[in-house]
């Protein structure tokens, strides 16, 4: 009988051992597949401008977005770029790469002005800055990615700011106007103006929501990495003054976003409903007499939690700005539960439990309500990695490189979302842009340097 026994655990551990050289063999042949395809045609993002692209630029390619100078695309592409270069690119490659990486960056500021306003996108015969001034600040405007973009490239340069110095005018009017005509003063927190061009376009805290109403965690977030690296480049330009304001106001939405956004029921952090009526003296007289409306104990919050599982909360460990015990909190009842974000190809965009989870294709708006994207997959990624999760890093990054290496080589190219059991392509064939982050994935996984966004 013990013989017997012996016999079934050394089966069991053969099987276990057979199963993991398995899976090992897999995420080799997926990551070997992934370098060859990604090494071979990364100079296709590059484009030598022309029209109302005045600077260099890199596309995020596909033919949907060919030849189109986008805001947070260009930043997280350029990411993946210089990953691809630290790994198999000369000096001259790098060299070469830099006019691209800085032109991302001064084709938007070429349009700036006194007034802040950036624009999202720029086509080569489109007109920027057509819009009517008396609208400027009633409209969305590139994501508060630009100073990071821009302190990612001159940390890549060796700290040499000097090719942003005529244009860190324009760059301080954007981030002030965001600060001045895109923040709630009773929260502190920054909101958007509509629900066009987001970024993640149908999240349904902003989606189809009123103007001006949405307290994006995602927004926030990306803010006060925005405000860090705008400290940066002062600090590099000798504006130590100037750093010192930039630093003040990232501390303050910090706190903003803790006494906000945190959810001690739920151990996440959300987005912020501010669509209150303002607590104002208004008579009423339908019921009979006059006396002056709630008057005995008005509202004394300033915004309403959306408790709505948005895969942005995640965003608080990118940014640094959830505590250890928060983290712990949002690593082991979210991130890890399959009921809602974990999914086999990754991190759900939308929690699988809301009502509004959708798996239907769509562009205009793209599908953020539930499908998988790259970079969602990375940046809770890279959040973990930055709080110490070590295994679940591992575990995301594994999944990613099976979710692209499988694409690449049943179809020949990536695509924009993936279905997220399955792991099945969803929408449009080609899309490189942030998917090619799985490059850095592969470093981190392979121990060898990683490149950083800012």
Known sequence: MKKKTNCIVLLVLMSFFYTNAQ?????????????????????????????????????????????????????????????????????????????????CVLNFLHYGDW???????????????????????????HKPVLAQHAAFITQNNNGNAAWIKEKFYHLQAFVNNYKSHHQNKATGLYYWQNDVAIGVDNDPSTFFRPNKSSASIYLNCLMYKELQSMVYLANQLNLSNVAKEFALDAENLKTALQNNCWDERDGFFYSVDLNLRPVANVEDKTLGRSFIIHSGYPRDYDGLIQRIGVWSGFLALWSGIATPEQADRIVKEHYLNTKTFNAPAGVRTLSKMEKMYSLRSSANPSNWRGPIWGISNYMVFKGLVKYGYTKEATELAKKTIRLFGNDFQKNGALHEYYEPESGEPMLNKGFQNWNYLVINMIAWLENKKVVEEF
């Open 23 to 103: 899976q090992k063999d897999s995420i080799t042949s997926y990551i070997s597949t992934i370098k060859s395809n990604i090494y071979k045609d990364y100079k296709g993002m590059y484009r030598k401008g022309g029209g109302s692209l005045v600077y260099p630029f890199l596309t995020p390619g596909s033919n949907q977005y060919d030849n189109v100078l986008w805001d947070w695309d260009s930043w997280l592409s350029n990411i993946a770029l210089r990953q691809i270069l630290m790994d198999i690119g000369s000096e001259k490659d790098k060299q070469e790469a830099l006019k691209y990486e800085q032109g």
């Open 115 to 141: 007034d802040g306003y950036l624009p999202i996108v720029i086509w080569e015969d489109s007109k920027p800055r057509d819009i009517k001034p008396e609208n400027i600040y009633d409209v969305n405007m």
